[in-house]
């Protein structure tokens, strides 16, 4: 077991002000496997006046050796994708394959996506007889979920970087030893003392304190609703900006002239990869009633291809397996008929949920509105294409969602009156650079990519 000492605060490693540690458990055997400081409001201060003091520096670095520092941290993470990799297996399960396809390959993408963008983005553009100035926000406090350990802080920290602000990172209390590769990589990078700082902790202590320090420009907070819901009142109160990710129960529409087989094997695995645990994932299967049954078999027989201990790794924690559990029991007792996996532990060690599959699903039960974060596929039967539309967007959230049909100008159409940040057509690719986030209550704001970029900015207009 490693421990580690220290909180990465103004370009050097330096011990926590208090002595309490945060126990860093594998889910796949529960066995702890590192530990990290618990840190305080003090450290959160002392890495908020870091990053302000590094702010008009780094505001006044010209984009093209920002893009330069940025082009040096993209080859730090991507020297360490194997490390990464073996981090994310170890302290959220995730099955090796995935860890190093997913979890370690894409923020190096991602941070490659935005080293080329700081190079290239207009930080000025001419309205009339007006220049207007893209400036950097200030001081960014981000906070990260588990849920895609190294990816979340990138998705981030680049962009911000990119932009011209400085930052401290609050990451998951679940999944600290991926942020500490990542501040690693920062410092080999070369990124200038302050400009990054990272602070280990719990987030109703570390977080919150973050969330609410007076010298933090942007709070950029990806996460439950419950706590984004917070952080998003303090932001308003002080009038600063925010962007939240709050997740979402994105609606996988079957359109009746679809290759029926292909929308449900890539439904079913869009849903298992990572356990369920994504927050774009097409939850909720939507399928017409003259081709329902059909699917429902489908669906099943590719759940079982889905081995826990194998092909899917276990949830973060046990306390986000009983959650999934309990999803499930109450889909049954609402009514949901279980044709795959259920709510029974299928290994006897591991935080793992069997890869289930819930049909009859109707738009107002639980699994049909609230977000599961498991392996779980909710079908649901529709009349026509109207009634597949407000079932769509019947739910709180938006932020994802596919659309399959007999060509793409017929899924585009449906797509346009879906209200939600994403949609895949016909099995279209993720794209890094194309803006992610949330209508209604997905969020606010966006990242990746440009979009992303512009979040972190602010205009001044200068008049001629
Ligand atoms: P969470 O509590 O919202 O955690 C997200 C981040 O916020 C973590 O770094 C967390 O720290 C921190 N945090 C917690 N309370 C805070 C507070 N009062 N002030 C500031 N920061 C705070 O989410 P969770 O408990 O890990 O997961 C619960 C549910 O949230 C999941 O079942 C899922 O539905 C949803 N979720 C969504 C996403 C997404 O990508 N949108 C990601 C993860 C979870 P700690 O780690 O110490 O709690
Ligand atoms: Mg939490």
């Known amino acids: 077991m490693k421990a580690h000492d220290g909180m990465y605060i103004d370009g050097a490693w330096r011990p926590a002000v208090g002595t309490e540690t945060i126990a860093v458990v594998n889910p796949a055997d529960e066995q702890v496997i590192g530990r990290v400081p618990a840190g305080t409001a003090e450290d959160v201060d002392a890495a908020v006046r870091a990053a302000r003091a590094a702010f008009p520096g780094w505001k006044a670095t010209p984009p093209a050796e920002r ?54 983005h207009p930080f000025e553009e001419t309205i009339g007889n007006s220049t207007v100035l893209l400036e950097p926000v200030g001081v960014v406090g981000a906070i990260t979920p588990w849920n895609y350990p190294l990816h979340q802080v990138v998705a981030k920290v680049a962009p911000a970087l990119a932009a011209g602000c400085t930052v401290v990172l609050k990451p998951a209390e679940d999944t600290p030893l991926t942020a500490r590769l990542f501040a690693e990589a920062v410092d080999a990078a070369g990124v200038p003392a302050g400009v990054f700082n990272l602070v280990t902790g719990l987030g109703t202590v570390a977080g919150q304190a973050l969330a609410a320090h007076e010298d933090v420009d942007l709070v950029s907070f990806t996460g439950s609703t419950a ?60 399928v017409h009633k003259d081709r329902y049954e059909e699917a429902v078999e489908l669906a099943t027989a590719a759940a079982a ?9 276990p949830l973060v924690n046990a306390r986000q397996r009983e959650r999934v559990r309990g999803y499930i029991e109450q889909g049954i007792a609402e009514g949901a008929r279980l044709v795959a996996g259920g709510p029974e532990a299928p290994l006897a060690t591991g935080y793992y949920v069997s890869p289930t599959v819930l ?20 079908i649901l039967k529709y009349e026509d294409t109207d009634d597949a539309l407000a079932i769509a967007n019947g739910t709180v959230y938006g932020l994802a969602g596919a659309v399959w049909a007999g060509d793409d100008a017929e899924a585009v159409a449906f797509a346009r009156r879906m209200d939600t940040g994403q949609v895949d057509i016909n099995g279209g690719r993720f794209n890094i650079r194309a803006p992610f986030g949330g209508y209604k209550q997905s969020g606010v704001g966006r990242e990746l990519g440009p979009h992303g970029l512009g979040e972190y900015l602010q205009t001044k207009s200068l008049q001629f």
């Open 67 to 120: 893009a330069a520092v940025l082009s040096a941290l993209h080859e730090e993470l991507g020297r360490r994708t194997e490390e990464i990799a073996e981090t994310v297996t170890a302290e959220l399960g995730a099955p090796p394959r995935f860890a190093l396809a997913v979890h370690a390959s894409m923020p190096v993408l991602v941070a490659g996506s935005y080293a080329e963008l700081a190079a290239s």
């Open 227 to 286: 706590v984004g819901r917070r952080i998003g009142a303090t932001a308003g109160g002080a009038v600063k900006r925010v962007a939240l990710e709050l997740g979402g129960k994105s609606a996988n529409v079957i359109l009746p002239s679809a290759d029926l087989a292909k929308a449900v094997t890539v439904g079913v695995a869009n849903v298992m990869a990572n356990s369920g645990q994504t927050c774009s994932a097409w939850t909720r299967m939507l």
């Open 305 to 313: 291809t889905y081995v826990p201990g194998e092909r899917v790794g």
């Open 359 to 378: 049909a009859d699903v109707t738009p107002e039960m639980t699994v049909a509105q609230e977000e599961i974060f498991g392996p779980v596929v909710s």
